[in-house]
């Protein structure tokens, strides 16, 4: 089952809606998929600044020794 998608605007440099469109058209691929597909390789590229996953213990608070 295909996920959901929302809807959002962008703002795009005219040559890359060129460059996007002659791409749709040579490929048949919607131009929305490759916006998503650049989108995941910025995010992964940037992986490391993006919260990770919560611990699954919770060791309680941390105590600085005194």
Do not use: C, W
Not at 24 to 30: G, I, S
Not at 36 to 54: A, F, N, S, T
């Amino acid at each position: 089952m295909p996920r959901k998608k929302v809807s959002t605007t962008i703002y795009i440099e005219p040559e890359q809606l060129e460059l996007l469109k002659l791409l749709n058209e040579r490929t048949k691929v919607p131009m929305a998929e490759f916006i998503r597909e650049g989108i995941d390789m910025v995010l992964q590229k940037h992986r490391e600044k993006l919260p990770g996953q919560l611990p699954l213990v919770d060791n309680g608070p941390t105590r600085r020794p005194t």
